[in-house]
């Protein structure tokens, strides 16, 4: 062998790890993205032509519902941004700046509607809002106003802000207590009054983490499923990812509109992320040790009104769809006033053989899997990412942060083109393997950010000490790097256990005829069967899931 | 503008732990002091009674004839209200703002106008040579000319006193060096009254008209960096100064010694009857015996052993041992190895002693 091919065999060997995965990064998410953009130009490449180039796209422009509704879905979004910020900056400033008693139950309270999944919440407020809801029984019939005016865009917009206005309390939160003291201290010496503090010094630092938790808050509006699927047909609010499903499942079916309009939905998550991104740089920042930060004394007055915001965004974002779901899941016959109480409905469906079991081990079994997949290669995969530098390095980056910002209705009708496509010969499609392929795409990201974050924060050293004494690559990652990143690969497990429990919108797009997932038996239920029992699935849902993290947060502190 | 500052018998406590004893010193318009001491010796303290970030227990600050702290009379002027600037230790710069526009923040809240304040903030980067940096953000700076742009928004403002945190502990040797002597030229220039906290004594000397040597909450010795160092006044002020042998000696009749056994040329009736003895390193001269021992008039001549040796470039510094366990460090200019019989010398007159 020529010292050149050997060197150049030692070259791909150390560049196989970083190969692998960037290949399979690419085979996963690469490959369904690339097929659905390339649909939605030509829109019969499936059937091997290359006609009808940028048709759908030609369609969206000319018709004017279409248009609208485009337009619709960005203000939407807009407009649960802009609420989320009007409710969760105050409740950050209190968590942050003040004295006001009791922040680990104000804190507590921002966790609840964070970890309900925003179609339950709505779903529940129609059973409070709808005629005939519990708001008619309690009050004796709403006003006919506020019924149209929750049945419409801004009822929509609430019900929305109301699950996401805690991402931008805890993230106004955080870059509030990391703004050191001496920032504060440098402007007063220099003569700073308290406003010319805030609007000089403040907000300003404060403005990246608005922008930011602002960028999650509209992706994940805009990227949506639940909320525009169970509210929008009722406010007559069509909704781009409500819309893109109801071209995928129904008749007619148009797979390249559907495809145009998720590339478009996809352009639009892009460039909110770089817009973002771009304003957060323009604001200034740059990373803040954190520190000590002052505490601004609250008087009687103040502390009422703090804990009075928090009470009523507690009251409307978590009590009273709480309440709504669980009397619901209890009710035997409605009649006049409150309905009699009956566990019937949890028996029902958690009877031996009845579809809400199947429903139920079908979702546990595969959130299982995907988050033991998820974990496993994404662990690799971060560590792979994190301890590589060069094209390649780039590349991988860029797919893993793929799923993070694509929506996940995209991603779904993604990957239906790329495993329906005629070169596949897997019978992959319609069966649950679908199902877990599209969870593991979905939200490996989980995995990944965790491992990152612990990753990065490991000096290669510590590795590199290993290696000097003679342990192969191998033997590095599994007695030096696994054991450190087993914390953060725990929290991703649970984190992605959660979420793919109560998963919506892959489920439904992409299961197999005639199985349930928990969320697709609460979403059919609540539409076409049995509000009880979707609703009695809703909470043996959240409960189960909710155990699962109380049991993990106990675990973790007691290690 | 630059102002004189006083503090009287001012105490202060946290809980139960009383940090400041009646600190009293007085500082003339245009004089930098340092305050100077082991870390929790109280000077940080100190200095946050004089921003206005602490209120004093007790006692008075003033500065000309304004009382700004006294807590019987009910007075503590916010910091916003001082009109003193600050240097931080961590320069804390607003990431936000840009030089130029951290330069000029004090400006603006003074309401001083557009085109002097533009004249102004290049006056002060100009200052701390750091004109050509004005369109940049902190971010993208240098320790060095972080700190050197937090110089310039404290004297931008043209502060009544200007006060720095221990500017230079967060930078690298060389640049320390550098920028200690740059400060020390600004404050001659701008004749403006300092109060500088550190704990290096090297910045003490170089910037102080006057040192205040703390610790445990107590001003050991106020004095010039010259009088510190030539005539410490306390044990502590004695070993924290310079690299000093500091030996207990005893008096018994007409005899002063080191344990017991070596003799000491000093004059009974003017030292206390027990003390230490501070002998300046430098002024310890250790030779090898056989060398020929000069008994040159008036110096101390001790015998010992080499017990350490390391080379310091132009000489080598010896710690050697004596006989009663005493240890004495001294330079010499031969290469004694550890064991080596060695005369060590240093000069009779000026002994200084402090008092136990």
């Given at each position: 062998m020529t010292p050149e091919l050997r060197a150049l065999r030692r070259h791909a060997w150390l560049q196989l790890p970083i190969l692998i995965c960037a290949l399979l990064l690419l085979l996963a998410t690469g490959y369904p993205l690339l097929l659905l953009f390339a649909q939605s130009l030509f829109p019969d490449i499936l059937g091997g032509s290359l006609e009808g180039f940028l048709d759908p796209y030609r369609r969206i422009v000319e018709t004017e519902a279409l248009g609208q509704m485009i337009r619709n879905s960005l203000l939407w979004a807009g407009a649960v941004t802009v609420v989320s910020w009007i409710m969760g900056i105050p409740c950050g400033y209190l968590l942050a700046r003040t004295n006001l008693p009791g922040k680990l139950w104000a804190r507590l309270s921002l966790l609840v509607p964070i970890m309900t999944p925003p179609y339950i919440a709505a779903l529940s407020y129609i059973l409070v809002m709808q005629h005939g809801g519990f708001a008619d029984t309690l009050l004796g019939g709403l006003p006919d106003g506020l019924r149209a005016w929750f049945f419409s865009f801004w009822g929509v917009t609430l019900v929305m802000a109301l699950s996401s206005f805690g991402y931008v309390a805890l993230a106004v939160e955080a870059a509030l207590s990391a703004i050191p003291r001496r920032l504060e201290d440098a402007a007063q010496m220099l003569g700073a009054r308290w406003y010319q503090l805030g609007a000089l010094v403040l907000v300003p630092l404060l403005l990246p983490a608005i922008f930011n938790s602002g960028l999650l808050v509209f992706l994940e509006a805009i990227s949506n499923f639940g909320v525009p699927a169970v509210m929008g047909t009722r406010a007559n609010l069509p909704l781009l990812p409500a819309e893109i499903f109801y071209l995928v499942t129904s008749w007619p079916i148009d797979l390249p509109l559907a495809t145009s309009l998720s590339s478009l939905l996809c352009l639009f998550a892009l460039a909110t992320l770089y817009v973002s991104r771009w304003l957060a740089a323009k604001a200034g920042g740059g990373t803040l040790k954190a520190s000590e930060s002052a505490l601004h004394p609250l008087g009687p007055l103040g502390k009422c009104l703090g804990w009075g915001l928090f009470l009523g965004l507690f009251l409307l974002s978590a009590a009273l769809p709480y309440a709504a779901m669980i009397i619901t899941s209890l009710a035997d016959a409605w009649g006049e006033g409150l309905p009699a109480l009956t566990l019937g409905h949890y028996q029902a469906i958690l009877a031996p053989g009845s579809r809400g079991l199947e429903a139920l081990t079908t979702s546990l079994g595969l959130s299982i899997a995907a988050a033991t997949i998820c974990v496993i290669i994404g662990g690799y995969i971060a560590y792979v990412n994190v301890r590589s530098t060069g094209p390649l390095q780039k590349l991988l980056d860029g797919l893993a942060m793929l799923p993070r910002v694509i929506p996940k209705i995209v991603v779904a009708v993604g990957l239906i083109l790329a495993w329906n496509a005629p070169w596949i010969h897997l019978d992959v499609y319609n069966t649950l393997w679908m199902l877990l392929l599209a969870y593991v795409v979905i939200y490996i990201t989980d995995a990944l950010n965790y491992s990152n974050t612990s990753l990065t924060r490991m000096s290669p050293s510590m590795e590199h000490a290993a290696a000097m004494l003679g342990a192969g690559r191998a033997r590095v990652f599994f007695s030096i790097v696994l054991p450190q990143l087993k914390p953060a690969l725990l929290a991703a497990w649970v984190t992605t256990f959660i979420v793919c429990m109560r998963e919506l919108v892959a489920s439904i797009l992409l299961l197999p005829p005639g199985a349930d997932t928990t969320a697709t038996f609460i979403f059919n239920q609540f539409e076409q069967g049995d509000i009880t029992m979707a609703m009695a699935m809703a909470t043996v849902t959240i409960v189960l899931t909710t155990v699962v993290l109380i049991l993990f947060r106990v675990g973790r502190q007691e290690a | 503008m630059t102002a004189s500052l006083q503090c009287t018998a001012i105490t202060k406590q946290f809980q139960s732990q009383?940090?400041?004893?009646?600190i009293s010193l007085e500082l003339p318009a245009g004089e930098c002091l340092v305050l100077l001491?082991?870390?929790?010796?109280g000077k940080t303290t100190l200095l946050n009674i004089i921003t206005g970030m602490h209120q004093a227990d007790g006692g008075q600050l003033r500065c000309d004839d304004e009382i700004l702290d006294d807590r019987s009379q009910g007075i503590h002027q916010s910091m916003q209200r001082r009109g003193f600037g600050m240097v931080f230790q961590d320069f804390s710069l607003w990431p936000h703002m840009t030089v130029a526009g951290n330069v000029e923040f004090g400006l603006k809240i003074q309401g001083v106008g557009s085109r002097e304040r533009r004249a102004r903030v290049m006056q002060a980067l100009e200052q701390v040579q750091m004109t050509e940096f004005a369109d940049r953000r902190p971010t993208t700076l240098s320790g060095g000319q972080a700190q050197r742009v937090a110089i310039a928004r404290a004297l931008a403002v043209r502060p009544r006193v200007l006060l720095m945190d221990e500017p230079l502990s967060a930078l690298d040797a060389r640049l320390r060096e550098e920028l200690k002597s740059e400060i020390g030229t600004l404050l001659k220039e701008t004749g403006t009254t300092a109060v500088y906290v550190t704990h290096d004594q090297s910045e003490a000397f170089t910037l102080a008209d006057r040192v205040a040597l703390m610790y445990q909450g107590r001003i050991e010795q106020l004095d010039t960096p010259e009088a510190l160092y030539a005539r410490p006044s306390t044990r502590f002020a004695a070993s924290f100064i310079g690299a000093s042998n500091v030996i207990p000696y005893r008096q018994e009749g007409d005899r002063v010694t080191l344990r017991d056994r070596h003799d000491m040329p000093l004059p009974t009736h003017a030292i206390p009857p027990k003390g230490h003895l501070v002998v300046r390193r430098e002024h310890v001269v250790i030779e090898p015996v056989g060398e020929g021992t000069r008994h040159l008039n008036g110096h101390v001549v001790l015998e010992g052993v080499c017990r350490r040796r390391s080379f310091l470039g132009d000489r080598h510094e010896i710690l050697a041992g004596l006989d009663g366990g005493l240890e004495i460090r001294g330079f010499s200019q031969h290469p004694l190895r550890p064991g080596d019989p060695v005369a060590i010398r240093f000069p009779g007159h000026g002994l200084h002693v402090v008092a136990d």
């Open positions: - | 009383v940090v400041l004893k009646e001491g082991p870390s929790g010796c």
